[in-house]
C-alpha cells in the first residue's frame, strides 16, 4: 500500500518570523496519521521548522539542492547539508525552477541521483505547458522528463521516490486539472515507470497530483486510483487550510 502523502510547498514565502507562527498553528490541528504530511520550507526555515515539529509525525522537505557534497558552489546547499539538519524530502526540478533558472534534464537526473545517494526523498515534478497541451504533446513531453530526469536509478530505490505531475498551465492559476486528466496522467506516469524500471517500481513509487489543490478538491483529487498524493503551493501558506488537506 502506498501510503498517501501531502506535501506543503512554500516556494519563497515565509521568512523565520512568519514559518513559527504557521507552524506553531499547524501544531495545535490534530492531523491524520495515515497521511504522511510534508512541509517544504525555504532554507532559512528548515532548522526553525525541524525543531517545532521533531516530536511529531510532520515531515521536513527542501525546495531544491546542489548535486554536490561541498565545494566552490557558491550560493549552493548541499544534500549532505539538508540531511545534516533532518531534511528528509526535496522537490526537485519543479517548474518554476526549470523556467526561471533554467535547470535542465540532465541537471536534474544528477540532483534525484545525488538525493537518493544520500538518502533524501526526491519529489520530482514534471509536467506540460498550457502549449503543449493544446498541441496534444503533453503524454510526450512528460515521457521524455520522466525518461531522463530518473535515468540511473534503481528499483529498489522507488520506494523513496515521489514524482509530482505538476500542468504548468494549473499553477497557482486557480485552475485545477479535472481529477480525470490528473488520473490519466498519472496512470500514464506509472506505466512508463513499470516499463522503464520495472513494475516494482511501478506499483511503489508515489505520484502526485500538484496545480491549485485545495481543501474544496482534494477529496476527489485523492481519490483516484493513481494518484497518491498532492503537492500544493498557495493552499498550504494557512494553517486550516493545510490541515483540511492533510485530513481530506
Ligand atoms: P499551487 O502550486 O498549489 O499554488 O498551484 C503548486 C506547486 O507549484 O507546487
Not at 504557521?22 to 497521511?35: A, C, P, R, T
Not at 526526491?122 to 496534444?136: A, D, K, S
Not at 521524455?144 to 509530482?164: C, M, Y
Request: charged share 30%.
Amino acid at each position: 500500500m502506498r501510503k498517501p502523502i501531502i506535501a506543503g510547498n512554500w516556494k519563497m514565502n515565509k521568512g523565520v518570523e512568519e514559518a513559527k507562527n504557521l507552524v506553531n498553528e499547524i501544531l495545535d490541528i490534530e492531523l491524520n496519521k495515515d497521511v504522511e504530511a510534508v512541509l517544504c520550507t525555504p532554507f532559512v526555515d528548515l532548522a526553525l521548522v525541524k525543531e517545532m515539529i521533531k516530536d511529531t509525525d510532520i515531515k521536513l522537505g527542501a525546495q531544491n539542492m546542489y548535486f554536490e557534497e561541498s565545494g566552490a558552489y557558491t550560493g549552493e546547499v548541499s544534500p549532505t547539508m539538508l540531511t545534516g539538519i533532518g531534511v528528509e524530502y526535496v522537490i526537485l526540478g519543479h517548474s518554476e525552477r526549470r523556467e526561471y533558472f533554467k535547470e535542465c534534464d540532465d541537471t536534474i537526473n544528477k540532483k534525484v541521483l545525488s538525493a537518493l545517494k544520500h538518502e533524501l526523498k526526491p519529489i520530482l515534478c514534471v509536467g506540460e505547458t498550457l502549449e503543449e497541451r493544446q498541441e496534444g504533446k503533453e503524454k510526450e513531453k512528460v515521457r521524455t522528463q520522466i525518461e531522463k530526469n530518473l535515468t540511473g536509478v534503481s528499483e529498489e530505490q522507488f520506494d523513496n521516490v515521489v514524482i509530482a505531475y505538476e500542468p504548468i498551465w494549473a499553477i497557482g492559476t486557480g485552475v485545477t486539472a479535472s481529477s480525470d486528466d490528473a488520473e490519466e496522467m498519472c496512470a500514464y506516469i506509472r506505466t512508463i515507470v513499470g516499463e522503464l524500471h520495472g513494475e516494482n517500481a511501478a506499483q511503489k513509487v508515489r505520484i502526485q497530483y500538484g496545480g491549485s489543490v485545495k481543501p474544496e478538491n482534494v477529496k476527489e483529487i485523492m481519490g483516484k486510483e493513481n494518484i497518491d498524493g498532492a503537492l500544493v503551493g498557495g493552499a498550504s501558506l494557512e494553517a486550516e487550510s493545510f490541515g483540511k488537506l492533510v485530513n481530506f
